[in-house]
């Protein structure tokens, strides 16, 4: 076993996986990362289901077999993805019981194209829980706003639930908040709120990306680049210990409630000038996740140096590095609005193009 991942993890980082595809699972990779690199849960989305089935021939009987039973698009589609994940699940259960639930989890995520409608969101994501039927699924819902109503009627129902696509630290309380209002309709609803947990997906690297475009436009300091998105991330964190250290939690807390746990995404370094660790390395604190793609996991137990508590002790850094980007012009209102718009849109474009992929199998099945 890795030793920097081993040291990761007992940082009190989960390490997830932020890909998945029959491959991984038929040949056995998915347990061997298991056993090898401390890996603890699985994230998958619609451009990591698309990659998988365009590359994979794994699929073919699949598709097969639901060409000939007449299934649509939408329906096979549906039948893959869940498929997948299901049998991810079975690899991942005895990490989920090894930790009382809390890791050993896979997402799947619900259509993107419903990121903006709150009633078909609810629908689609009881429907996928229903078909996954494995209680170490989480269910993806975008934390838009439109979404935090589904995230707290999802919730309510004792569906435990992954919140995506969050970049700014508003859109960030606003997930808390429908959340624990979930809880508390869960708990009226006579549910077993000990038995529930969420995450909540941060995005990292895109932060970044957008905010340094903006720095180069300006022509800004250099010195203020591949800052934003570690500190944003601090910062959210910190919101994090704030939320969870009302009174209004207490009580929750007292019942068996679990915190949604911050889960930093988007951890694959965008820049090649950057560290490509640094969105893991410079986030390590207990009680969080990290989904890396297979790359920044290799680049971590290659050369990543876990140096302790890298969030707590840089609070008041992080607030000044987030003071000096809006001195220097960053609009983080403006920054957040575009990465939430473009981040449902890079989504939809790879759902569409999921369809299509699958579209042309079954056509090609049924000749």
């Known amino acids: 076993m890795s030793d920097r991942l081993k040291k990761l993890s007992e940082a009190g980082v989960s390490i997830w996986l932020d890909d998945l595809s029959r491959e991984r699972l038929e040949t056995g990779n998915l347990a061997d990362l298991v056993k090898n690199s401390s890996v603890v849960g699985v994230t998958t989305n619609p451009s990591i289901f698309q990659a998988a089935l365009a590359d994979g021939e794994r699929y073919d009987d699949q598709v097969r077999s639901l060409a000939a039973d007449g299934a649509d698009v939408d ?16 690899v991942m259960r005895p990490v989920f019981d090894a930790t009382d639930g809390v890791d050993g989890r896979v997402s799947i995520e619900v259509s993107p194209d419903l990121a903006h409608d709150t009633d078909a969101t609810i629908a689609e994501a009881k429907r996928l829980w229903d078909a996954v039927d494995r209680p170490n699924a989480y269910i993806k819902i975008p934390g838009t706003p439109e979404g935090w109503p589904a995230i707290t009627a999802t ?22 908040e429908a959340f624990i209002a979930g809880i508390e309709q869960a708990q009226a609803n006579g549910h077993d709120i000990a038995k529930i947990h969420s995450v909540a997906s941060f995005f990292v690297s895109r932060v970044d990306t957008e905010i340094d475009a903006r720095l180069e436009k300006s022509g800004a300091d ?13 910062l959210a964190f910190e919101m994090f ?63 990543g140096e876990v140096k302790g508590d890298q969030v707590r002790p840089f609070y008041a850094d992080a607030h000044r590095t987030m003071d000096e980007l809006a001195a220097a012009g960053i609009d983080y209102d403006d920054v957040i609005d575009v990465l939430i718009r473009e981040g449902v849109e890079k989504f939809v474009k790879a759902w569409n193009e999921l369809l299509g992929t699958v579209e042309a199998s079954l056509a090609q099945a049924g000749r």
Not at 157 to 170: A, E, H, K, P, R
Not at 225 to 233: E, Q, S
């Open 75 to 90: 329906r096979t589609v549906f039948e893959l993805t869940t498929t997948d994940v299901r049998d991810a699940c079975d």
């Open 155 to 176: 919730v309510a129902q004792g569906i435990d639930v992954n919140v995506t696509l969050i970049f700014g630290l508003d859109q960030y309380r606003g997930v808390m």
């Open 222 to 234: 250099k010195a203020l680049f591949g800052r934003a998105g570690v500190a944003n991330a601090r």
């Open 241 to 303: 210990e704030e939320f969870f250290g009302t009174e209004r939690w207490a009580s929750l807390e007292q019942a068996g409630a679990r915190r949604q746990r911050p889960l930093w995404a988007s951890t694959g370094v965008k820049n090649p000038d950057y560290d490509d660790t640094m969105y893991v390395i410079d986030l390590v604190v207990e009680d969080t996740v990290n989904t890396m793609p297979e790359k920044t996991l290799d680049a971590v137990a290659d050369h």
